[in-house]
């Protein structure tokens, strides 16, 4: 018999505990073992549960979980830094093994408590920290071992993707849409971390260094979130064959790699173009593997859950073998930031601009003299809309160019407003 | 320093070759050794290679690859049954362990294969043998490990699907579209294989095993391909907003499983229904994760290579962790097939009909007789067509009754012909 303790009993230890005792026998099968969930820290012992649990096994001490001789694993979902961070150190130093879907804390302290797995020969897995209930941690540790993966392109926040669904769909406004997200528990209340894509930025340092084998930091990405796209914004990518998604994106070219989470207008063909709704996909392109992409729930009770018991099934088998702590992925490639020189990309522009002859003269000219080629330029794509408008999607550019090309705008008369400017996938 | 033998030299032999040599400083941070392919065995030594290979790593026999007591891994990629069984079998007598890309073997003999191996303490890896650089294998065997999977429908074919985008994109007839795919090398010059369902009922004979846990055997599987689609049937699909793939279809329900392949309509909202060209991939239904999806290439000399290189590395931690063999996926559970009661599912039905009133009120009674409802009824679908043409969708019905049905309509005269019977999905 192996038991594990839990660390909180919100959505997703309920749904651990379910699949602990419903698949019992498969488990079993599976790992040679029955798996038990000897000991929960909760906040109230008291509180009624959606599943029904023995009373003795609920603490609102973590010492009990954590101190426990018969314990072997811990299962940490109670999120956040601390005390998460205190418990799961603590644990490691008596040997406990760690199954835990703390994006965060594998985020900003994954090093950290990576080294202190290792020093104690314990496992560290967190496989639900990203993306729910797709094995994407698995894939890239394992799947792909024997490849090199040169770029990483994640919808990786559910509610953002939610948010963007409905209002392409049903060309709403982000304000309502967003209401409306945060009416059916979609989004928060206070819904900054995923909306302005933090929650995204946590989990693609965590793809990005197993990606690229280099310790990514938080630091190091470049985040841009959701609130400031218009309806016009979705309505002419739509018009032109494209859909506007909050995308992760990691990239490693001759050892240098970029981090960034940004509104991309994604062409419809690309596979990421259509995961709709709060589900999530994770798009890897390999070097040898080519394009792949992986879809599935990126939250939930049950399918964060399986993530978790995966994880704890292979702990389980582990302890059979006696290889813990042997397999843990830590990163073994110095980290070099890529330059805004080296960060290139295809770009969407919308401006606003003088309705006189000369003006596309003057805008193309600006590009010609940066080095940016043009896939195309609309003039006045809005017929309805009296502004002059223009949409211009340019090849490959690299950032610093576009950056320069963009300050030039700012101080042209003849440009009253920047009105959008959106990476280009696809 | 491991050492591996490779049999076979083909189009994914070389692609090992070079994925061996070229990522060597890479799988050795992953694994903590070098590996070295110290044996080949190719039918011609004297033949020119795509790759620079020592020519003395080339032998025209086998046996200096299997006998040679310096190889522990044996990676078998000449494909077909014999040799190749043999091969293997001799190689794990001897104590090596087997990586293979070879569907027909597996899906044939994978359970003496697997057998032989846990006698020996050897390790069999076959990611390849399905979906080329998916990998699902892995995916199903630990991703998974904690669910229960009820459903896995898989494009596995690359060929067809090739055929059915090409047709779809294009208007194209089934004939034009095979001698183009034959003429760039997407389809054999005997394509039999491949159109007709085959290699597909292979590669889901392996996928159903490894995901219902029961040792599910190729005669299990109903196989129909692709040869018989009109342009007419993708027509109508597309106007009713499906798009025709040919899909694998693993099914279970209490513990009762069913096994298919089959062209099928599939609702455009459904990932499947965008997978297109030569790509391919799994949806994987699981009881707790819910709805996921496995997107990649199928084949090819470098994705394949890469599923095998990464199983090598699998072999090659486990050598250093002393555990190979021990952790085989063998089936546990004792395989029940489902009867035609048993199956069930959405259908398309284009019949074409005598001209005249009443004829569909003949034809619904027999659905109702049968307790088979629908969804919709198209009459004269094709204005351009004269032909008296009606078009029903059912809501879900067992196939028993729908087979009633069928034979039914076969004995009416005021039906000229069943033109077409597909499944739905999505």
Request: glycine content about 8%; charged content about 25%.
């Amino acid at each position: 018999m192996i038991k594990a303790g839990l660390l909180g009993l919100g959505t997703v230890g309920t749904g651990v505990v379910r699949i602990v005792e419903g698949h019992q026998e498969d488990l079993q099968r599976k790992t040679g073992s029955p798996i038990s969930i000897e000991k929960i820290l909760v906040q109230d012992r008291s509180k009624s549960r959606a599943v029904s649990i023995d009373k003795d096994k609920l603490t609102e001490n973590a010492w009990d979980v954590i101190d426990n001789p018969d314990i072997q694993v811990v299962i940490e979902v109670m999120g956040g830094i601390e005390p998460a961070k205190t418990y799961i150190l603590s644990a490691l130093e008596k040997g406990k093994h760690i199954v835990t879907a703390n994006k965060d804390l594998m985020a900003l302290h994954g090093a950290e408590i990576l080294a202190k797995a290792a020093a104690n020969g314990c496992d560290v897995f967190y496989e639900a920290s990203v993306a729910g209930g797709i094995p994407i941690i698995r894939t890239l540790n394992e799947g792909f071992s024997s490849d090199r993966i040169t770029k990483i392109m994640g919808i990786v926040n559910g509610t953002t993707n939610y948010i963007l669904t409905k209002m392409s769909q049903e060309g709403a406004a982000y304000g309502d849409v967003l209401k409306e997200a945060q009416a059916l528990g979609y989004a928060e209340s206070d819904p900054t971390s995923d909306v302005e894509g933090l929650d995204a930025a946590r989990k693609m340092t965590i793809l990005a260094t197993l990606g690229f084998h280099a310790e990514v930091s938080l630091q190091d990405v470049k985040v841009k979130g959701i609130s400031a796209i218009s309806k016009e914004d979705i309505q002419y990518g739509k018009r032109l064959g494209y859909t506007v998604k909050l995308l992760g994106i990691a990239e490693r070219q001759d050892d240098h790699i970029s981090v960034s989470v940004q509104p991309t207008m994604v062409k419809n063909s690309h596979p990421l173009a259509s995961v709709n709704g709060v589900f999530n996909a994770v798009y890897v392109y390999g070097e040898a593997v080519g394009e792949t992409m992986f879809y599935g729930p990126g939250a939930g009770e049950l399918p964060t859950a399986t993530s978790i018991v995966a994880d704890l099934v292979a702990v389980v088998r582990n302890l059979k073998l006696g290889v813990n702590g042997r397999e843990l992925f830590t990163p073994y490639k110095e980290k070099k930031l890529k330059s805004d020189e080296q960060i290139s990309s295809k770009n969407f522009i919308l401006l606003h601009v003088e309705d006189k002859a000369g003006v596309l003269a003057q805008i193309t000219q600006i590009f010609a003299k940066h080095d940016v080629s043009l896939e195309s330029v609309l003039q006045h794509p809005n017929v309805s809309n009296p502004a002059a408008e223009i949409i211009i999607i340019t090849h490959d550019a690299n950032q610093a160019s576009m950056n320069k090309v963009l300050s030039e705008f700012e101080s042209m008369d003849v440009i009253h407003q920047i009105k959008s400017v959106y990476r280009v996938e696809g």
